[in-house]
Every structure is written in structure tokens, then in C-alpha cells.
């Protein structure tokens, strides 16, 4: 009994402390989610109230309706496209943070977080007035200087692609020069003295041992890009859709409440997706380092 006791109030401490926590979440997020999945498998009646038997006939119409999977794929191929060029972009960043000087990395630092300062919809105005078609935007305006001619670029998912990455650029660099920082410099210094090139030590020592940096970063860019809203919307327009904007239309203008939840649910598994694909493939590649190393 002398046992139990404590036992029970550490237990109890426990409850108490995570309770706060426990009830934010469920309030917060899963409540929603569940309404939101509940409301997927209902029917828009023809008076306005949603209701009828459950159905999956809103996921059917997701699913075979070429309009719908067109936007499905631009919505995978603009968050795929985003998240490779912020990784190409972040490790140069991410490795001065992490071993250039401390002032130069401090520097860098708030350069890549002070954007977050500003506004999303301040930024995308940003990049319509840079991209803007004719003479009116800046990057045309430069070419027809240049000779170059003018581009079409807004409203299309390359617009989208670049907004994006400005945007999330931060959650991919943050992680990985967290990554690089745990990364013993004797490591990388003892490839450089068997004769190892700086790309080599990259691509041998770096890149691996920076992987669970960079998987929190791309999952991240990812799922941000996959539910974003704002810049599809004002740098894709009514011609680049991505399942943020059907989902407001869905709601908002045609008052489908039944498919825009569905079209919701649809992002929320692809994010889950991501994430479960990111821990299998670290566990993995760490369970096998390990076995490699015994």
C-alpha cells in the first residue's frame, strides 16, 4: 500500500497536468474534424439543410470528376514543385546559420524569420505587383528592358510555386539548421583530412546525418502549401485551383457544405499521409543505421 499510493498521486498529477492540454486539443482540433468527417457523408437537400443517409457520394464526385482531380493534381504537384526548391534553397541558408560565423549566422537568422513578421496577404499582393503581366509588373518591366520580352507567369502555378516558397521558406531552413547545428564538426573535418571534397563531404557526411532536419521541413512545406488558401487565391486566380480555394468556393459560393467537407477531409488524410510517410522512412533509416552499426 506504502507503494501504491505514490504511485497513484504521481498518476494523478499527471491526469491534472495534461488535462488542460488534453481538453485545448479536443476542443480545438478533434471536435472539428469529427464534425467536419461527419458532414462529409451527408447530402445538401434541395431546401438548404444538410442531412439524408450517409453517403459517399461526395468522395465519388471528388474522385471522378475530371475538374476535381485536375485540382487534386495541381495540388500535389504545386506542393511537391514548393517543397524541393525551399530545400534547395534552405541548405545553403541553414548552413551558414548552423557553421558560419556566429554574427553573420545571427544576421541570417532574423533575415529568414523576419518575413514571418509580415502579413501572408501583404506578401501575395507583393508578388502580383512583381509579377504582374504587361509593363505593370516589375519583373516584366526588367525583361523589356532587357530585351527579353514580356512572361506570363502570374496566374499560373509556377506564381504559385514562387510565392510559396518565399513564404515557407523559414519552416524549411529553421529545421535543417537545427539539424546541421547537432552534426559534430569533427565529422565533416575528419572527411575533408582523408581527402573528401566539400561536395563530397556534403553528400556523405551532411546530407545524411541532416535527414530528420529535413524531413520536419518538408513535411512542413508541404502540408502548409497543400491547405493554403491566400495564394492560390490571389496568385493563381480562377486558372491554377488547389484544394484550398475549391474548398472556399464549395462553402462560401455554392453552399455545398457536404462536398467542401469532404474536399477538407481529402487534405487533412494527404497531410496525415505525409507526416506517417516521414516517421516510417526516419525510423527506417535509423533502424537500419543502427543493425549497420552493431
Known sequence: MRKTAPALGRFVTGLVLLGPAVIFFLVIFVIPVGLMVRYSFLQQMADGYVG???????????????????????????????????????????????????????????????????????????????????????????????????????????????????????????????????????????????????????????????????GVGCTLVFSLTASSFILPALLGGNFTKMLGTLVEEQILSVFDWPFGAAISTVMVVIVMMINVLYVVLIERRFRSRASEGL
Open 52 to 214: 439524408g443517409s450517409s453517403t459517399l457520394a461526395n468522395y465519388t464526385r471528388l474522385a471522378t470528376v475530371p475538374l476535381y482531380q485536375k485540382v487534386v493534381m495541381t495540388t500535389l504537384r504545386i506542393s511537391l514543385f514548393t517543397t524541393l526548391a525551399a530545400a534547395v534553397l534552405a541548405y545553403p541558408l541553414a548552413l551558414v546559420i548552423a557553421r558560419g560565423p556566429a554574427v553573420i549566422g545571427r544576421v541570417l537568422t532574423i533575415l529568414v524569420i523576419a518575413p514571418l513578421l509580415v502579413n501572408v496577404v501583404v506578401r501575395a499582393y507583393g508578388w502580383r505587383i512583381i509579377l504582374g503581366g504587361g509593363n505593370s509588373g516589375v519583373l516584366n518591366w526588367a525583361l523589356s528592358r532587357l530585351g527579353l520580352g514580356p512572361v506570363e507567369v502570374l496566374y499560373t502555378e509556377w506564381a504559385i510555386v514562387i510565392g510559396s516558397v518565399q513564404v515557407f521558406l523559414p519552416m524549411m531552413a529553421l529545421p535543417l539548421a537545427a539539424a546541421i547545428g547537432r552534426i559534430d564538426p569533427a565529422v565533416e573535418d575528419a572527411a575533408r583530412t582523408l581527402g573528401a571534397s566539400a561536395f563530397a563531404v556534403f553528400r556523405r557526411v551532411t546530407l545524411p546525418l541532416s535527414i530528420p532536419g529535413l
